[in-house]
């Protein structure tokens, strides 16, 4: 069997149980940064190591030989008498989910592949994902897994492609129906155009909720990204991503973030030991409580530059989203 998954952890768990076969971890966000319309799986993956490796998630040769490595593992699939995809139900693994269905979709059926998504398991209040179980639990879970139809591949292709359109249309499209074969798709897509400006005062979710957390008088970098992570319906967002978003706020012509004593914020992978990077306290700015309360807007302040899929958001161009109304805005 070849087993597809998040990352290593759950391949750690595989091994430790006894789950039979070989592993691959896909290693990922594709809800950060570029992913553009591509006529291969290797084009995609050399764009997504050069981003990845401009974010400080490592050397890009190293990321691209990662990739390299992934990817042709994948080209293999038909060696193995079975492929088994676990994913979760957030944003993060859907994501992944979409593109290694998407992938698979057109290729020869030679081989059985069969899906393990997870949103749930007995005992676990709230479950936050693979990570929580234990190695025989993940051998419980192999007993699970269901057959890949085409209704499963020709959903995935549809949002895949949706996801990596140069504008956001498609994507909110996906929220018109339900897609009965992916059942978490919906909230993630909707998780994710909540990372689009908003339409009120310009933030992103994620942003929105780090100013709060902050007005509420929780400083540091650790626990501001703790009462994040407890807000979240479903969590996707790790936590090296999460220092980008707050150095984000604390940048710009005008930053709603700062750090008390007026030092840079610092964050990994910077040499910076855990101690000093959580001794940081941030406070908001005028302009941060402004925009908190709806009295400014983020678009105007800050200079915008980032990707949601295939869309690129800048300060000339910008899609904003509608929470209340669940809609796009496009403004110039």
């Not at 995935?156 to 994507?171: E, G, H, M, N």
């Not at 678009?299 to 161009?317: C, E, F, M, Y």
């Amino acid at each position: 069997m070849l087993h597809i998954t998040n990352g290593d952890i759950a391949v750690e768990r595989m091994r430790d149980g006894g789950v039979r076969g070989e592993y691959l971890a896909w290693r990922d966000v594709l809800h950060e940064g570029p992913v553009p319309t591509t006529a291969t799986l290797e084009e995609l993956s050399a764009i997504r190591a050069r981003y990845l490796a401009e974010s400080g998630y490592g050397d890009e040769a190293s990321i691209a030989a990662q990739f390299t490595s992934r990817d042709a593992l994948l080209s293999r699939y038909a060696e193995y008498e079975e492929v088994v995809l676990w994913f979760e139900h957030d944003l993060y693994d859907q994501l992944q989910l979409l593109q290694v269905l998407d992938w698979l979709g057109p290729q020869p059926q030679r081989v059985p592949i069969s899906l393990i998504v997870v949103g749930s398991y007995p005992g676990i209040d709230r479950f936050l994902g693979l990570g929580q179980l234990t190695p025989a639990q993940f051998v419980g879970l192999l007993e699970t897994r269901i057959p890949a139809t085409r209704d499963h591949f020709d959903a995935a292709c549809r949002a895949w492609a949706a996801f990596r359109q140069a504008t956001p249309v498609a994507l909110a499209g996906l929220l018109a129906s339900e897609v009965p074969p992916l059942p978490y798709l919906r909230d993630a897509v909707l998780r994710l155009l909540e990372e689009l400006p908003s339409a009120g005062n310009g933030l992103l979710l994620t942003e929105r909720s780090a100013l709060a957390i902050v007005a509420q008088g929780i400083e540091r970098p650790g626990e501001i990204f703790s009462e994040l992570q407890s807000l979240e319906q479903r969590p996707f967002l790790g936590d090296w991503s999460f220092w980008r978003t707050l150095a984000g706020l604390t940048r710009g012509p005008e930053p709603l973030l700062a750090v008390k004593g007026k030092q840079a914020f610092r964050h990994p992978p910077a040499e910076l030991d855990a101690p000093a990077f959580d001794s940081q306290r941030l406070t908001l700015t005028r302009a941060g409580q402004e925009v908190l309360e709806n009295r400014g807007d983020a678009v105007k302040l800050q200079t915008i530059d980032r990707w949601l899929g295939g869309t690129h958001l800048r300060s000339n161009a910008v899609w904003r989203w509608d929470g209340e109304k669940q809609r796009l805005m496009a403004l110039s």
